[in-house]
């Protein structure tokens, strides 16, 4: 594997050997010294096309991490913004020595572009784009979940899959990456996933895919899933009649205080609130339900730091599996880890 | 009209029937039949190969007055003849548009200068493409272009009062409205078509629907004021169902199918290669297939090729920022041999029909279409039928790259192509162009 553009490219074999690396790379950012060598003189350029600092943040971190140079490069403020094509950038980005392009785009396919048009020949990791795909969201999904369906099963995450694992993915669907990321990949990982919206808030073309779908939400809540995912929904989605008010879309469809109540009442102790950030608190989620013990929101930001440098690490020593018989620079710490008591909350 | 010369094509299966000599003298076949000789003619060996009335497209973008850069009058009909047509009507969505007598003009003269094929301007249907107010339609009709087909193709003639006003008005001067059928509310934004495959990219989808609201509704309007109405680039299974019905009731309805929507799908586009972006979207291969038996019953009447050549740029981008369209001149008839002849859903004397008869009937071109025989206008293109080439679009006359067939091994092959009986195409290669005092 070069790329990493979406979780649908990815085998069980790969997915979990990424989760397995980011638990070791998780355990080097519990170390006081949170660095690794292993792509020292390697460099990174974080493509912008669309703001998002939580994942640009996350991505510079975790190239920081493993020594790479870091490169940020906004498209706003940039030469992009005076009409330079992706084309013209991306060869730009090449006669420079980028060696991984990280590449967040409001168009989807562009990160997909970008790899398979010979502008190029670094490796390309789509941090979002369009309503396509965001495949290091849902890793970090998926390790969050993986550590607390191991926890609950009383065994170790490492080397384990998500067979079993119910998870409801509920929001805005047909505007989501997020979504459509962490549905190939639960399913890749063996866990079953209901999807729940306002019809309206569902593609033309849900039923090819392999989810229950409900426009009930209480009623998938009372089926006992192990993970609710909440998904962010613009208000102004309202103005394209999407929904009829953001109030009704929080009675029906988001997660308040009465639904977090329901989840103690269906004796669901081990189920987890998701959410992939930023929260529209009122509207998707309420503050309680943020709030809670069940909720995994700044596990999943701490974990996405582990995931993209595990990504990253194994996209650029040319580590998967899958490409066999690659010698894998050892990212064991030299010193030993200080221990931690990283557990599930 | 003798500075053609003379030639007899020897040999040639007229319309994939038997085969018979063709006497080409002064622009005219003046003789059809077999072992004919003619002194001083220039002999063509025609062994094998297939005689078609010379093609006529009901809608090519020729780009000029405006994106030169994407292609001229002279470099599109070069195409045009290397594709074996000899008439093309050149949309309106030009630079200025065509809505003016004067823009038409420009583009018939163009045409005649070239020499190449016969350009027939297309006129707007409103003003700047703006579907607001009737531009000067009548005007148009009346000037030495002689236009008769009036569309604003890119650009759905969405008020429906606009549209029933514009089918009536044209019945003056034996008009028709050529209508690009999409809802442009159920199409905000759209990138291909809405179904599963949009569902997984993350497109904003461009519904079957947006298309048959319109062609349903048009056809009604159509059979209330008895105008006659054309339907650009059909493109679902549901169009076809709606055509064939109104068909059936008698309403004057004519629609085209592009060679793309013959066979290419939706598939495509996982490949976010903006080659496959056109509008109306590649479909479905159920829309496929209704499209293949739609042409086969003649529910849809003629091959348009939608010829749309862009400049790399446009499609050296990503998808969202990509222009819609593919060049389709050169490629045209090896596409429909391959989807509909090979096929066995027709024979030549089908693709006579439905890329020369009727095209030319539709558009009101009186010196194209006609049977190859005697006393008809010498617009002939022979067709090697066994011949197989791959698709190069840098090989092409065309300046738009954009071919969607790139890289394809297509079958059948134009060999010559006589415009007036002029050979603008010989040997499978550009001859030269008619001389423009020969008219």
């Known amino acids: 594997m070069k790329h990493l553009l979406s979780t649908q490219d990815l085998t069980k074999a790969d997915a979990v050997q990424i989760l397995d690396t980011a638990e070791e790379m998780a355990a080097v950012s519990d170390r006081e010294v949170k660095k690794l060598p292993a792509l020292r003189g390697r460099t990174v350029v974080n493509l912008f096309f669309e703001d998002s600092t939580r994942t640009r943040i996350s991505f510079e971190a975790a190239a920081k991490r493993l020594s790479a140079d870091v490169i940020n490069f906004a498209a706003k403020g940039s030469s992009v913004s005076k009409g330079e094509s992706l084309k013209d950038t991306a060869q730009t980005l090449a006669a420079m020595g980028a060696d991984a392009v990280v590449i967040r785009h409001w168009a989807s396919g562009a990160p997909v572009r970008l790899a398979t048009s010979g502008w190029i020949d670094a490796a390309v990791v789509n941090a979002g784009d369009g309503t396509h795909e965001h495949p290091t969201q849902a890793l970090l999904d998926a390790f969050t979940m993986r550590r607390n369906w191991a926890r609950i099963n009383g065994t170790a995450s490492a080397g384990t899959d998500l067979a079993g694992m119910k998870v409801a993915i509920v929001g805005d669907i047909l505007h989501s990456r997020v979504a459509r990321s962490n549905l190939w990949l639960l399913r890749t990982l063996g866990a079953e996933v209901t999807m729940v919206a306002p019809p309206t808030l569902l593609p033309v073309g849900i039923a090819d895919w392999p989810c229950t779908v409900s426009y009930d939400l209480d009623e998938t809540l009372a089926k006992g899933p192990d993970a609710v995912m909440m998904l962010r929904v613009q208000g102004e989605r309202m103005n394209a009649a999407y929904f009829p008010s953001t109030r009704e879309y929080s009675r029906l469809w988001g997660f308040d205080d009465r639904r977090l109540a329901a989840l103690d009442e269906h004796g669901l102790d081990g189920t987890i609130i998701m959410h992939p950030g930023p929260m529209n608190r009122g509207l998707e989620i309420s503050s309680a339900a943020a709030d809670s013990p069940r909720s995994t929101v700044l596990q999943q930001v701490r974990n996405g730091v582990s995931v993209r440098m595990a990504a990253l690490y194994l996209l650029l020593s040319g580590g998967f599996r899958s490409n066999a018989g690659t010698a894998l620079p050892d990212i064991r710490p030299t010193a030993a880890p200080v221990p931690t008591k990283e557990t599930a909350s | ?439």
């Open chain 2, 1 to 439: 009209m003798s500075t053609t010369g003379s030639y007899l094509i020897k040999g040639a299966r007229i319309a994939g029937g038997d085969a018979a000599d063709l006497l080409v003298e002064n622009g005219f076949i003046s003789a059809a039949g077999t072992s004919l000789s003619a002194a001083g003619a220039t002999v063509v060996d025609a062994d094998g190969l297939i005689a078609l009335p010379g093609l006529v497209d009901l809608h090519t973008h020729l780009r000029e007055p405006g994106r030169e850069d994407a292609e001229t009058v002279e470099t599109g009909t070069r195409a045009a003849a290397l594709g074996g047509f000899t008439a093309v009507h050149a949309m309106a969505n030009s630079s200025p548009v065509a809505d003016t007598a004067g823009v038409v003009e420009q583009v018939h003269t163009l045409g005649r200068q070239a020499g190449w094929a016969e350009v027939r301007p297309v006129g707007a249907v409103t003003v700047g493409l703006a579907g607001e107010r009737l531009a000067e339609l009548g005007a148009m009709a009346d000037s030495r272009a002689g236009v008769r087909v009036f569309s604003d193709d890119g650009m759905c003639v969405w008020d429906p009062v606009l549209m029933r006003r514009a089918l009536e008005y044209v019945k003056a001067f034996d008009g028709v409205i050529a209508q690009h059928a999409q809802e442009p509310r159920l199409t905000e934004g759209a990138q291909m078509n809405e179904g599963a495959v949009s569902a997984v990219l993350g497109m904003t989808g461009w519904p079957a629907v947006a298309e048959e609201s319109i062609i349903a509704r048009d056809v009604l309007l159509a059979q209330h004021v008895d105008s006659r109405l054309h339907i650009c680039h059909v493109s679902t299974a549901g169009s076809v169902e709606i055509i064939r019905w109104a068909k059936q009731r008698g309403i004057k309805v004519t629609a085209e199918v592009t060679p793309h929507h013959l066979w290419l799908t939706d598939e495509l586009v996982r490949s976010y290669d903006p080659v496959f972006k056109v509008n109306p979207p590649l479909r479905t291969n159920d829309d496929v297939l209704a499209l293949r038996a739609g042409l086969a019953d003649g529910t849809i009447d003629v091959i348009g090729t939608d010829h749309a050549p862009h400049p790399s740029e446009a499609k050296e981008c990503e998808w969202a920022q990509a222009a819609m369209g593919m060049t389709g001149l050169e490629t045209a008839l090896s596409v429909l041999q391959h989807t509909m002849v090979d096929t066995g859903l027709i024979g030549w004397s089908d693709v006579a029909r439905i890329t020369s008869a009727r095209p030319a009937r539709i558009g009101r071109l009186a010196h194209q279409g006609q049977p190859l025989a005697a006393g008809s206008a010498a617009n002939i293109t022979l067709v090697d039928p066994a011949a197989r080439w791959t698709v190069d679009p840098a090989a092409m006359a065309t300046k738009g790259r954009n071919s969607p067939f790139a890289g394809r091994e297509l079958p059948g092959r134009v060999v010559a192509t006589f415009f007036k009986g002029h050979p603008t195409v010989l040997e499978g290669t550009l001859n030269s162009p008619l001389p423009a005092e020969a008219e």
